[in-house]
């Protein structure tokens, strides 16, 4: 029937989100791994009032990463993670970038591209004291690719569901976002990496730690890439 041809048509997914976590909480050999964390973290005797605050970013890149599949797989789109779901492991950089090159290769094979999105938060400093840093940064790979326009529907987005958070965007090249050459940046695919706040600022951590305001990130990375998805079809 032709209903059921429209739903066959609305079905077909031609871009798959890739989501990758920021570092670990463990070595492989078991020993804990530092890791980037808040003042409150790193240094509990400096700031005993702190408590609070205490934050790791690998941890929290994991569980953004576990309510965006989860919602993702709730509109019935298809996701990856190149990190297992628990593994805490800090995996290194090139390991990262090789697993994203391997689903790369499995999806392109099915003719269709993946979308890579490394979950990070920043810093101002070595996690030894305060700042008063804020805001979002969205970085690519340099020069002018495949992933500088979907970073900077990325950027617009965070700017228009978060008007009081700042984006930091960087337009010296005719886009909105920053670029690096990050390991993960340089894997296979279309790729970016997004720096959700700065994990060594009072008020950017209470934010991060309230899960209505991580409700409000994942609603939008989600919606986003469910977009980019769409723009794909």
């Known amino acids: 029937s032709q209903l059921l041809k429209k739903m066959e048509v609305q079905m077909v997914q ?23 964390a808040s003042p409150a973290y790193n240094v509990p005797d400096k700031f005993k009032d702190d408590d609070h605050l205490v934050f790791r970013e690998a ?32 995996y290194p950089l090139l390991g990262q970038k090789n697993i994203v090159n391997q689903i790369n290769t499995k999806w392109v094979s099915q003719n269709k591209k993946i979308l890579t999105l490394a979950v990070h938060h920043n810093a101002q400093g070595m996690g030894d ?12 790979s340099p020069g002018q690719t495949a992933s500088d326009k979907p970073a900077g529907r990325l950027a617009a987005a965070f700017m228009e569901d978060f008007p009081d958070w700042k984006v930091r965007l960087d337009k010296s090249d005719g886009d909105a976002d920053y670029e690096a050459p990050f390991t993960i940046l340089m894997a296979n695919g279309m790729a970016i990496l997004i720096e ?15 899960p209505e305001f991580r409700k409000r990130i994942v609603k939008t990375i989600v919606n986003w890439f469910e977009n980019e998805i769409k723009l794909a079809a």
């Open 59 to 90: 941890e929290s890149s994991e569980a953004l990463i576990d309510e965006i599949e989860h919602e993702l797989s709730l509109r019935k789109l298809i996701s990856e993670r190149v990190i297992p779901n628990d593994d805490m492991r800090d």
């Open 14 to 36: 031609n871009l798959v989100p890739v989501l990758v976590r920021a570092h670990g909480t463990i070595n492989w050999d078991g020993t804990p791994f530092q890791g980037k």
């Open 129 to 140: 004291e305060w700042g008063n840093a804020i805001g979002v940064c969205v970085f690519t």
């Open 196 to 210: 959700l706040g700065f994990q060594d600022t009072r008020s950017e951590v209470e934010k991060l730690k309230n």
